[in-house]
């Protein structure tokens, strides 16, 4: 099926392990996006990529990473992972609009 | 660079009553500007959106926003809300170039029934 898919939905982990939310889209958009969702604060982009192999910073990269080697996936890692970094994640790519996927709820423990 | 300022927070109404949620917008340059939703526990889905021509703009389930250039202002509208309008409404306004969309804090909607 076409579309944007997230993988894990549901991530409970501990402070400073490495994790890696995954994103796959199946319509070859260039642009994708990660961005974060917390109260108050709306949604922040994290990462954005406008080819394979092109990323750029968004508003708030610190203590991520990203990779894009083929364009439909954009993996996000969390190298060490932090408290603060307890977030619902959601991936977007770009068409005519910004298409999201369903989200990953990281609990950092 | 490009912000967006939703000004309600959290807006309470009762079934049929209008809604007005307001959004302005930051940028010097042709903007594209969006209305997401985000139904509880799910993620964001298009309304609508305005790139160009007709500045009144149609969405998706009686949902209307009219772009005022002169004002900065994107304000999406319903004339009769219903209780499963219940979500968070997202205002975003994208540059024509980069492909990003920079998002607003976003404005809960409860409606009571």
């Given at each position: ?35 974060r969702q917390d109260l ?70 | ?113």
């Amino acid at each position: 099926d076409a579309g944007i898919t997230q993988s894990p939905r549901y991530k409970i982990t501990e402070t400073g392990r490495q994790v890696t939310l995954m994103c796959h889209q199946t319509w070859s958009h260039s642009y994708m996006f990660w961005y974060r969702q917390d109260l108050g604060h709306g949604l922040r982009l994290i990462y954005y990529s406008a080819a394979a192999d092109i990323t750029d910073k968004g508003e708030v990269p610190d203590g991520y990473v990203v990779s894009r080697s083929k364009t439909e996936n954009f993996p996000l890692t969390l190298e060490s992972a932090t408290r603060s970094q307890t977030s619902v994640y959601f991936c977007a790519s770009r068409g005519d609009t910004q298409y999201f996927g369903p989200g990953t709820r990281l609990t950092v423990l | 660079a490009q912000s967006v300022s939703q000004h309600n927070h959290h807006v309470i109404l009762s079934e049929a009553a209008s809604l007005e949620l307001g959004c302005n917008y930051s940028y010097g340059g042709t903007v594209n500007l969006f209305w997401y939703v985000q139904y509880p526990g799910q993620h964001l889905q298009l309304l609508l959106k305005y790139f160009s021509g007709d500045p009144l703009v149609k969405g998706i389930k009686g949902f209307e926003a009219e772009f005022i250039k002169s004002k900065f202002s994107f304000n999406l509208r319903k004339p009769s809300v219903q209780w499963s309008d219940t979500a968070e409404y997202f205002c975003a306004v994208g540059n024509t170039n980069a492909g990003k969309s920079t998002f607003g804090d976003g404005t809960t909607l409860t409606v009571k029934p």
